[in-house]
């Protein structure tokens, strides 16, 4: 903490300007306080914002007197080929299919020993490949049943005339396949039969889609797999994550294989472990045509891909810049926060003034602090210039991003910050060679062993 | 306008010769007007009556006026003696202005938009309460943000960090979507059109510094900094009206006048 020598104000130990009054934080006020654990060994520090529970920093490019650094502060300036994909933005998140039956989810066997996977599975959708060999052993913690929010789910902050809470959103459910993902594959099973169905293990002629037995749905993917158990030694590594220390400096390396890698708080590793702001099942990482995905498993927290340049924008997609966490809403699809009275009475309120969108900023699971109305074609978010500013959070730049609408359509443009706009990925996304991702509290580099 | 009684039912005025409500059909109690038309036409309760609303601005009925000589007159979009039948943010029924005690009141019959009344200078504010300044119409509350969140499966929420106030004034878009929210920092926040905390640069009604809430450890209030066009509160509950005080129902701008103390126009 640092004390404010002006208004007395305690303030974060990162923060360059005082909360209460604005003064200049130089850090000689800053209250003695154990020292940081290096960046390996994350505490976890269940209570406090990730931000402040990322230890160690150290010297930031900026130089300025910062000790505890949120990681999205220390990425380095990684700027991946203009030609690859940013990421895979299929549009506004399809509604979860309430219809489509979904397979039971399945728990493997703990005993079960360890199976590689092919090196290529061509055609194979990603959701089964079925193998999993993790390079740690995978804490193979029975999942409960997933809640799955379907039907009319809030959306909004409609509701009370108050318009106190917004509702828990789609970006926000805690455990809910909210973003039209399929369920997750059961990755640890192995069956001697190729055509074994995989909810209730009957066999399943050729040409059935559906099992005989229990009516799932038969995952023909699963059959390169099983045809090829236990390439013994052939673990093969096919991507690394690299975590990113607050200082920009590169830590340990986390291996992908060729099958899925799940990670989350159920991780062996004290890295995930340890990081109370990912889910138990976060996110997962996997190839198709020898292309990295990522995942999102209905994560709370989401995973976080730095955008390159432009990227498009759609309602309720989220975003971090510094230490904010922001919701873009498209005006025409915010729901009303004062209900009509259906006796033809309009709502009175003040000119929407050809405003196109809002821009929360998201405080808690069910609220959110300041909103701002966008109106102009551009807006900008900064620390010093532009329409929306952040003057206290230091890890935003000066200038930092702008928010855009073109033709009906809307954009998040990184205008050269320093730290990096961050777009929450919606289902999956493709992740390219230096790919930036925040992932609980820390920062991690996708490093494409090729 | 002749000897009315009031319906038990709806409350609308029907002439004493009539035996059914025009508003809602109800029978009235024709057989006993011996203490209705005491309540009506004598005693002291008839001293203050003689009001009037003048039309300030309104759908090119301006400067029309509404005297008030019944016990009760509701203004309306469907029913009532005040009727604006093309102004859709009135409610079908919406306000009542009637005497208690001889004093005029104003009291919102449980309309959709409310019935706002100009403040004189300053007016307190509870939370949720909404007030309007030009053509804003803003809230305040002040109840704690709730920052963070565990999830079920005991993940912690990583939100932004929480902002140094839960003061805050939000915009109510016509057609009731959230506007803007603005948090308020320190005790009082300034509203306008320019260097003000909180500014409307395109709100042509607003003045360049036009109101402000202040805020205090029981609750605000709201000051008006002589703004032309005023400030307006929704009312709760029912509010006595006096000479010269001003007020909204739906988009419709009444003033209210005292015979005794502002004459016929």
């Known amino acids: ?450 | 306008m002749g000897a009315t009684l009031q319906c038990s039912h709806c409350g609308a005025e029907v002439p004493v010769e009539h035996r059914f409500c025009g508003a809602c059909g109800s029978p009235m109690k024709s057989a006993e007007p011996s203490a209705a038309k005491t309540e009506f036409f004598g005693g002291p309760a008839t001293a203050g009556k003689p009001a009037r609303l003048i039309l300030i601005r309104g759908e090119g009925m301006d400067g029309v006026s509404y005297h008030l000589n019944a016990n009760e007159h509701i203004a309306g979009r469907k029913a009532g003696a005040i009727l604006f039948p093309e102004d859709h943010y009135l409610s079908p029924r919406h306000a009542n202005f009637f005497y208690e005690n001889g004093q005029l009141m104003v009291k919102d019959e449980g309309s959709l938009n409310g019935v706002f009344v100009r403040i004189q200078d300053r007016a307190p504010l509870g939370h949720g309460d909404v007030f309007l300044a030009g053509e804003e119409l803003l809230q305040v509350h002040w109840t704690e943000l709730a920052s963070g969140g565990v999830s079920p499966d005991h993940t912690h929420f990583f939100g932004s960090p929480l902002p140094i106030s839960s003061r805050r004034i939000t915009q109510i878009f016509e057609g009731g979507r959230p506007g803007l929210t603005h948090l308020v920092r320190g005790g009082t926040v300034s509203i306008g059109r320019e260097g003000c905390d909180l500014d409307f640069p395109y709100d042509r009604f607003i003045s360049g510094s036009h109101c402000r809430v202040e805020f205090g450890p029981d609750g605000a209030t709201l000051v008006d900094e002589g703004s032309r066009n005023g400030t307006y509160v929704r009312i709760q509950g029912p509010r006595p009206l006096a000479h010269g005080d001003y007020l909204f129902v739906g988009k419709q701008l009444l003033r209210v006048e005292m015979t005794a103390a502002g004459g016929a126009r």
């Open chain 1, 1 to 450: 903490m640092i004390v404010c020598p002006t208004c007395d104000r305690r303030n974060e130990d990162h923060y360059k300007f005082c909360l209460g009054c604005g003064t200049e934080l130089t850090g000689a006020e800053r209250e003695a306080e154990p020292a940081t654990a290096p960046a390996a060994a994350p505490k976890a520090e269940p209570a406090s914002k990730p931000s402040r529970a990322v230890p160690a920093a150290t010297a930031l490019p900026k130089a300025t007197p910062l000790r505890v650094a949120p990681a999205i502060a220390a990425a380095p300036v990684v700027v991946a080929p203009a030609s690859t994909p940013v990421a895979k933005r299929p549009g506004p998140a399809p509604e979860p299919d309430v219809a489509e039956p979904e397979l039971p989810e399945q728990e493997a066997p703990a005993s079960e020993p360890p199976t590689a996977a092919p090196v290529e599975a061509p055609a194979a959708p990603p959701v089964a490949a079925a193998a999993l060999v993790a390079p740690e052993p995978v804490a193979l913690t029975p999942k409960p049943a997933r809640v799955v929010m379907v039907g009319p789910a809030p959306e909004d902050d409609v509701g009370s005339t108050q318009n106190e809470l917004e509702a828990v959103g789609e970006d926000d459910a805690p455990d809910g396949s909210l973003l039209g993902m399929p369920p997750p594959p059961s990755v640890e099973q192995v069956s001697a039969d190729p055509r074994a169905c995989r909810s209730c293990g009957a066999h399943v002629p050729e040409g059935f889609k559906f099992c005989g037995v229990c009516g799932s749905r038969f995952e023909l993917a699963s059959v390169p797999v099983q045809a090829t158990p236990a390439v013994v030694g052939g673990v093969e590594h096919r991507a690394r994550l690299l975590l990113i220390h607050p200082d920009g400096t590169e830590g340990e390396a986390f291996p992908l294989d060729t099958g899925e890698t799940t990670i989350g708080r159920n991780h062996a590793l004290p890295l995930f472990r340890n990081d109370a702001f990912l889910s138990p099942r976060h996110a997962t990482f996997f190839f198709v045509r020898g292309q990295l995905f990522v995942r999102d498993e209905g994560s709370l927290n989401g995973i976080f891909l730095r955008i390159k340049a432009e990227v498009e924008l759609f309602h309720r997609d989220m975003f971090r810049i510094g230490q904010q966490l922001l919701r873009f809403e498209e005006m025409s699809q915010v729901r009303p926060a004062v209900p009509g009275a259906g006796d033809g009475t309009t709502v009175l309120g003040s000119p929407v003034r050809g405003a196109w969108g809002r821009l929360a900023l998201v405080v808690g699971m069910q609220s959110h602090g300041s909103v701002w109305v966008l109106r102009r074609p551009e807006e900008q978010l900064g620390r010093e210039r532009g329409e929306i500013l952040f003057p206290e959070d230091g890890f935003v730049s000066g200038g930092h991003c702008k928010l855009l609408t073109r033709d009906g359509r809307f954009f998040l443009r990184d205008i050269g910050s320093t730290n990096g706009s961050y777009l929450r990925i919606k289902g999956e996304g493709i992740l390219a060679q230096g790919d930036l991702l925040l992932l609980g509290q820390q920062l991690f580099k996708v490093d494409l062993l090729s």
